[in-house]
Each structure stands twice: as structure tokens, then as C-alpha cells.
């Protein structure tokens, strides 16, 4: 779940999945928050730690799901060299 949002309301489950799957330790889960009628998109890759969350636009989130590396923001240049080359290739 996103953080900062609570997983359950009073009277129901704020946070509905969607549809899961998982390949080569890669997790990827849609959610519906019913609370703010939006969609979000929860991926983890147990191989190297990373864990991230998109909120695409309701229309999208299915290519999202399926997709999520491709939909994922850039990180800025500063960032990159800041964080240590899990399995990046050196150009």
C-alpha cells in the first residue's frame, strides 16, 4: 500500500487487489483504493530489493500492470550515480 494510507475503513477494505502475478521473483500487484476511486500499481523484485509504486491514470492501468518498467519515471542522473549499480551495464 501506498504509504501513509490506512488498509481498512470502518465499514470495508479500503484497498481492493486487482490482479497479481509474478515471474523471476518480480511481484506485481493492481489496487483499486476505494476511498479515492483510484488505481495503483505495487511492484517488488525480490532479486535486488526494488520496490516501487506507480499511479497511473485509471485508463492505464492495466498496460501498467503488465508493464510496469515501462511506465516507471526515469530517475534523475544525480540519483543513479548516487545509488550503487545493482547489475547495471557500464556504458
Known amino acids: 500500500m501506498p504509504e501513509g494510507r490506512h488498509t481498512h475503513t470502518r465499514s470495508h477494505r479500503r ?3 486487482l490482479a497479481f502475478r509474478e515471474s523471476d521473483g518480480i511481484s506485481v500487484r493492481l ?3 476505494s476511498l479515492e476511486n483510484e488505481v495503483f500499481v505495487s511492484v517488488r523484485d525480490d532479486r535486488n530489493g526494488d ?3 506507480l499511479s497511473p491514470p ?7 500492470f503488465h508493464h510496469p518498467y515501462a511506465v516507471r519515471p526515469i530517475e534523475p542522473p544525480s540519483l543513479i ?3 550503487p549499480a545493482r547489475g547495471r551495464l557500464e556504458v
Do not use: G, T
Not at 485509471?58 to 501498467?64: C, F, G, Y
Open 58 to 64: 485509471k485508463h492505464e492501468a492495466l498496460s501498467a
Open 81 to 83: 550515480a548516487a545509488q
Open 15 to 17: 484497498y481492493r487487489e
Open 31 to 33: 489496487y483499486w483504493d
Open 51 to 53: 520496490d516501487f509504486v
